[in-house]
T-cell receptor, first 110, second 115 residues
Framework: AQSVTQLGSHVSVSEGALVLLRCNYSSSVPPYLFWYVQYPNQGLQLLLKYTSAATLVKGINGFEAEFKKSETSFHLTKPSAHMSDAAEYFCAVSVRDMRFGAGTRLTVKP | ETGVTQSPTHLIKTRGQQVTLRCSSQSGHNTVSWYQQALGQGPQFIFQYYREEENGRGNFPPRFSGLQFPNYSSELNVNALELDDSALYLC??????????????FGPGTRLTVL
């Protein structure tokens, strides 16, 4: 069955530090993978998606993710955290419906 | 271009009641998906509609039902509300037939509280 696991329910970084949010997937078919961000009391906003083209995917707000088939991973990174990056981040695999991970709450310290 | 809108924003119901939530798709989108997001969890797929027909359903009981209208707007109906139905209900629209690569665009959600 297709699923994603997000490692770490909470991640805290200092402003300007590297952001690394981990996602591992399980899929019996070539996966389509997504990262979404959710700000408090809002819906989900697409950051980026992988659809079997380039393995390094660049998204909005300086985020990027690398698809690694050998590791079944699709980790999200950003070189330098900004206070406005504080939010909940969800990794998802698309089967027919979208299957989301439990989310990682990112806190950015000044 | 208008994004996905949902109404109402918040709703309080009592156990056993029925509720209808509404969603307007992003302009030009013909597929609508509904998700339930319980507090502290990721969204869970309820069902999807493509051109007014149900196009997939998650692991939710029949008291969760939906409709899609000719203008591609949609409703989610929940009968016999239970306390565990308290959640944020998200609607997402996309252009396509619900394919795996389709990007879904989410609305802000409806927060349902069941007392």
């Amino acid at each position: 069955a297709q699923s994603v696991t997000q490692l770490g329910s909470h991640v805290s970084v200092s402003e300007g530090a590297l952001v690394l949010l981990r996602c591992n997937y399980s899929s019996s078919v070539p996966p389509y993978l997504f990262w979404y961000v959710q700000y408090p009391n809002q819906g989900l906003q697409l950051l980026l998606k992988y659809t079997s083209a380039a393995t390094l995917v660049k998204g909005i707000n300086g985020f990027e993710a690398e698809f690694k088939k050998s590791e079944t991973s699709f980790h999200l990174t950003k070189p330098s955290a900004h206070m406005s990056d504080a939010a909940e981040y969800f990794c998802a695999v698309s089967v027919r419906d979208m299957r989301f991970g439990a989310g990682t709450r990112l806190t950015v310290k000044p | 271009e208008t994004g996905v809108t949902q109404s109402p924003t918040h709703l309080i119901k009592t156990r056993g009641q029925q509720v209808t939530l509404r969603c307007s798709s992003q302009s030009g989108h013909n597929t609508v998906s509904w998700y339930q997001q319980a507090l502290g969890q990721g969204p869970q797929f309820i069902f999807q509609y493509y051109r007014e027909e149900e196009n997939g359903r998650g692991n939710f009981p029949p008291r969760f039902s939906g409709l899609q209208f000719p203008n591609y707007s949609s409703e989610l109906n929940v009968n016999a509300l239970e306390l565990d139905d308290s959640a944020l209900y998200l609607c997402a629209s996309s252009l396509g037939q619900g394919g795996r690569a389709d990007t879904q665009y989410f609305g802000p959600g409806t927060r349902l509280t069941v007392l």
